[in-house]
């Protein structure tokens, strides 16, 4: 057994090469990421069997377990339907650094779809956030997306 000293000692350790890690988006999310890059809107899917959008698209529907391929251009607004406003640091894995606090992770329903699509709402004073509240995506201007999900910036509350 160690002295309290030596337990209190953090240690660190160094990868000796930056780990960049890269992953396709996959034939839907290709198409949601485009459109987004090239239009500037969102696009989800339906099922044939549910009747069911869900957005960003997916191949399958998980509770009917069919192949899904209708795509349907969607709006850029939708509902709140949870939020949390975080305070703890926070590393992005897109950019490698740390997301400035605090942020405010919203649970939206885009208008249109039927599941819920996360994102950042740009609201941090948790007094003027509310349930049902509408929102709207915020895209980056055309020449700095680069097709990834951060080409939504955020979501803005409609006033
Ligand atoms: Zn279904």
């Given amino acids: ?9 953090y240690l660190t ?4 090469e930056p780990m960049p890690y890269e992953w396709s988006a996959g034939m839907y999310g290709s ?23 869900y957005v960003p698209p997916r191949r399958v529907c998980g509770p009917c377990f069919r192949e899904i391929e209708e795509l349907v251009p969607l709006g850029d607004s939708g509902t709140i339907v949870a939020f949390s406003t975080v305070n703890y640091p926070f590393i992005d ?7 400035p606090i605090p942020y405010t992770y919203g649970y939206i329903k885009i208008d249109g779809a039927d599941n819920i699509f996360s994102h950042i709402i740009n ?4 007094e003027k956030i509310r349930v049902g509240m509408r929102v709207r995506a ?7 997306m680069k097709g990834n999900i951060n080409d939504i910036m ?5 006033k």
């Fill in 31 to 53: 198409v949601f990421f485009r459109e987004i890059r090239e239009h500037g809107r969102l696009t989800g899917i339906r099922c044939p069997s549910c009747g069911k959008v």
């Fill in 154 to 158: 955020h979501f803005d509350i409609i």
């Fill in 138 to 144: 915020v895209f980056r201007e055309k020449d700095q």
């Fill in 123 to 126: 609201e941090t004073d948790i």
């Fill in 1 to 9: 057994m160690g002295t309290e000293r030596e337990y209190n000692e």
């Fill in 93 to 99: 894995p897109a950019t490698g650094s740390q997301r």
């Fill in 13 to 16: 350790i160094t990868l000796a």
